[in-house]
């Protein structure tokens, strides 16, 4: 066997190529877009390789046939007790033997850069994209989102890679009954003449842009090793979001004119995507917009949900959530909404969502692999 760095046309096409051929006749699998793919190897779009390194590696039998596939990287951000690179975009064919191969190639290259374990699958960038290996739930994957068979779970762990987190997708109907908790606070909080619930318009970006950064940053950026978040950098994320926005399911509280809390979802995109193959050049953009007009989209994915910590534990979520769901009921076409990326370690989230009347529809693992057997291996830290 043996590891062929990828580094022109004809090797990236066999990378990007080589999950279809291992998902062949699977129902719910969806190709990713190549160019997402690609977008994460560039250069020139993903900053990290400023300070970074990242290499995609192909993986060949004796006899010259394609069994595997994996990206290796050091990210600099991303901070651990130990120095812990990665690895991601890994395919392989159901066998151990190739599979471990594989694994110890990439432990052999990380251990030459200073590395002292290694976490997997995750992405070269943010856990909003490429994160984690399908371990329950498998169904269509959502936009972004890992999808892998089901044999990859024992691949990963017989070599010894361990839970280091679950990230939790919850589920429920859209026209399926609210919690009777949300009921009440939403009863409540109406009386109070001071609040009012907003959904986000397309022409007023930027100022939506702005108050996101004040609700994310005050609510969220301290978690998940996050950062504060840059108002431009906010707007340029709406400004990529403008074309799938739906206007009826993107939703703020103000206090007076003070953004105190913002529920943010989008139509799963792979609910159109799913017809095109990988490809997003001309003839492919014009038939999306063709599906987008023609086919209605009946999942929407919660992207962000957040209160600022003076509201918290107050009902504002309930009244939040009744306002907009309340609205899309009638404005949109959607029967399911689904809540993504909530990590085990983050109780506050889990029960916010549990709360809900939802159920677990999938579930995504982070594994972790210490190359030292002997050091004592610890579960990503509980959130307070």
């Known amino acids: 066997m043996k590891a062929i760095k990828v580094v022109n046309p004809k090797q990236e096409r066999a990378f990007l190529e080589l999950p279809g051929r291992i998902n062949a006749g699977d129902p719910f699998y969806i190709r990713p877009l190549d160019k997402d793919v690609r977008a994460v190897f ?58 471990h191969f594989i694994f110890d190639f990439a432990k052999n290259f990380l251990q030459e850069r200073g590395m002292q374990a290694m976490d997997g699958p995750i992405n070269f960038g943010e856990r909003d994209k490429f994160w984690g290996l399908l371990t329950e739930g ?14 990859y779970k024992e691949l990963f762990e017989s070599y010894g890679f361990k839970n280091y987190f679950d990230q939790l997708c919850y589920s429920r109907p859209v026209h399926g ?20 619930a907003r959904r986000l318009t397309r022409k ?3 100022k939506f842009a702005k108050d996101f950064t004040h609700i994310y940053n005050s609510a969220w950026a301290s978690h998940g090793q996050g950062k504060q978040m840059e108002p431009g950098k906010a707007l340029r994320m709406f400004q990529m979001m403008k074309p799938v926005i739906n206007e009826h399911i993107c939703w703020f509280v103000y206090e007076k004119e003070e953004p105190i809390a913002m529920w943010i979802n989008l139509p799963d995109l792979n609910q159109w995507f799913k017809y095109l193959d990988g490809k997003f050049g001309l003839w492919q953009k014009l038939r999306f917009l063709w599906l987008k ?5 009946t999942k ?19 009244y939040m959530i009744m306002e907009g769901t309340n609205h899309l009921r009638v404005h949109t076409d959607f029967q399911t909404t689904e809540l993504q990326w909530i990590g085990d370690f983050n109780p506050k989230m889990m029960r916010i969502a549990q709360s809900l009347d939802t159920t677990v529809s999938r579930k995504l693992t982070t594994y972790r692999y210490l190359f030292d057997s002997q050091a004592p291996f610890e579960r990503h830290p509980v959130l307070d």
């Not at 390789?49 to 069994?67: H, I, K, P, V, W």
């Not at 269509?140 to 999808?147: F, S, V, W």
């Not at 009954?177 to 009012?196: A, D, G």
């Open 177 to 196: 009954e609210v919690s009777r908790v949300f009921t009440v606070m939403h009863t409540r909080h109406s009386r109070n003449p001071l609040l009012s």
């Open 204 to 206: 007023n970006l930027e």
């Open 138 to 151: 498998h169904q269509e994957p959502l936009y972004g989102m890992n999808y892998n068979p089901l044999y």
């Open 42 to 99: 560039d250069p020139k779009k993903n900053k990290l390789f400023a300070q970074g390194t990242c290499e995609r590696f192909l993986f060949y039998t004796s006899e010259g046939e394609l069994f595997g596939r994996v990206a290796v990287f050091i990210n600099p951000r991303y901070k651990q007790s130990q120095p812990t690179g990665g690895i991601g975009f890994f395919d392989c064919t159901n066998n151990q033997r190739q599979a």
């Open 293 to 297: 007009k023609t086919k209605p989209n």
């Open 300 to 318: 929407m994915v919660g992207i962000v949900f957040g209160v600022v910590p003076k509201w918290q534990k107050t009902g504002l979520d309930g």
